[in-house]
């Protein structure tokens, strides 16, 4: 091994575990999307392994030794694992199973969640509760989850939202009425009391301070009396609400902001609730209520985010290890003339010009990588391949300038690119596999 593959190698690990620290210390991200393995909770965790994945291996799995398999092989997984990047996008569909929490404590994100599906269009009422003891979720008013947990209440500077949220996005499609938040924990007793108590004709309770009717003439009114009045983006009122009026989201942008205050400032304990009547399918997480960032939630969607994260970190793990694996592999060949820079400069700059369309699904960056492997082809068959995956990628990033966005809107656009450059990496490996094939068969009747 020669000491410039070792140099080589050495600058692969580097680059990755480089990489997975910024993932841990960044996330969650809030600016365009270069790629995503998670599609539903806005946590991108491939974006900042794409150059390292790029440098040392999409311009390389060509490189293969005669009876040699490990880089077309490793390139065919990595595109496979790339190509998995909407499977939870895809698989979770109605019914939505609520989930209610927040971050207690100064660790990570804890919520409860429903493992019974609220119907479809027909209203339900969700609250969630912590004393400082337990996190406690109620589905019209019986309680449906519960979990241990301790500690003080996250605290932000950032606003309360209703319907939507940010960075996740993460909106809800449907009505939302009589929206209520309280810094004690309610009891269950009191939660199915409030059920069938509208807000316009009771007096505030103790403990409340935010409280939304949604009723015509003061639609984003605090009837808490801590003036905690909201703004409508693009939420439009209905007369038919749950009690009253109530305001109905579309889904894709509308959401509600309350500015940030000390009231909303909930410390030791909480209750959130509000009824709900989702319309249609929906995927993912869907906010009812949602103080930026995590610091108390409460989600007509999402229950199902721990068995699917668990699938998404297994996920992002093989991808790490196969990377890892391209690491060895290359510090043990010889150096070659080709140099490594043109596709990862050609990536960057294209994935600069897709941020700048996102969140439409343009795939420039994985189209200039596919046209540069399709000119530096060494074979014929290779290049109309890749030139065909080429006019592919372009048709489809014209197409999504155009306007047709073919990717979630919360998304950025990083499922779309991941599935391409996983498309560009199978392809590749077995391009690179069918290559090696050709050879042996060659050397072993020039032998005979």
């Known amino acids: 091994m020669t000491r410039k593959a070792r140099l080589r190698g050495s600058a692969g690990v580097v680059l990755l575990l480089g990489a997975a620290f910024a993932i841990v210390q960044w996330e969650p991200w809030h ?7 998670s599609t539903d909770h806005g946590v991108h965790l491939a974006d900042l392994l794409a150059v390292p994945l790029l440098a040392l291996a999409v311009f390389r799995v060509r490189e ?4 040699r398999w490990a880089l077309p092989a490793s390139a065919f997984l990595l595109g496979a694992l790339l190509l998995l990047a909407p499977v939870d996008g895809t698989t979770r569909r109605e019914p939505l199973l609520a989930a209610g929490g927040g971050t207690f404590g100064g660790g990570d994100p804890e919520h409860a969640d429903a493992s019974r599906a609220a119907p479809a269009n027909r209203w339900s009422h969700l609250a969630v509760t912590y004393d400082g003891h337990s996190l406690r979720l109620y589905a019209n008013g019986s309680e449906v989850s519960s979990r241990s947990v301790t500690g003080g ?20 499609r449907g009505l939302i009425d009589e929206v209520r938040v309280y810094n004690r924990a309610l009891g269950s007793s009191e939660v199915r009391a409030e059920m069938s108590m509208p807000i316009a004709s009771s007096r505030a309770p103790a403990g409340l301070v935010g409280a939304y009717a949604f009723d015509k003439g003061s639609v984003t009114a605090d009837a808490s009396g801590h003036h905690n009045e909201g703004a409508i983006a693009g939420a439009t009122w209905t007369p038919h609400g749950r009690f009253g009026g109530a305001l109905r989201f579309n889904g894709d942008g509308d959401m509600v902001r309350i500015p940030a205050s000390r009231s909303l400032d909930l410390r030791h304990a909480m209750t959130l609730s509000a009824w709900n009547l989702p319309q249609g399918s929906q995927a993912g997480w869907r906010t009812i209520l949602h103080r930026q960032t995590d610091a108390y939630f409460l989600d007509a969607g999402g229950g199902s ?3 699917l994260g668990a699938v998404d970190d297994a996920r992002a793990a093989l991808l790490a290890g196969v990377a890892l694996w391209f690491c060895l592999i290359l510090a043990g060949r010889q150096a070659d003339k080709r140099s ?15 941020a700048a369309f996102a969140p439409a699904g343009t795939l420039v960056g994985p189209t200039l990588v596919a046209a540069w492997f399709a000119l530096t082809a060494s074979r014929r068959a290779e290049a109309v391949a890749l030139y065909a995956v080429t006019t592919v990628f372009a048709g489809v990033t014209l197409a999504s300038a155009a306007g047709a966005v073919l990717d979630p809107a919360r998304d950025d656009g990083g499922v ?6 996983g498309t560009l990496l199978v392809v590749a490996g077995l391009l690179a596999a069918r290559g090696d094939g050709a050879t042996r068969t060659r050397v072993t009747r020039t032998q005979q």
């Open 153 to 172: 209440i996250k605290s932000t500077g950032d606003p309360l939202w209703i319907g939507g949220n940010h960075p996740y996005g993460e909106y809800f």
């Open 64 to 67: 293969r030794p005669s009876g």
């Open 31 to 37: 600016g365009p999307i270069i790629l995503t393995l």
């Open 340 to 354: 490594w820079w043109p596709p990862v400069a050609l990536f960057l700059a294209g994935s600069l010009v897709d």
């Open 416 to 421: 779309a690119r991941s599935v391409a450059l």
């Open 305 to 307: 985010y721990e068995a």
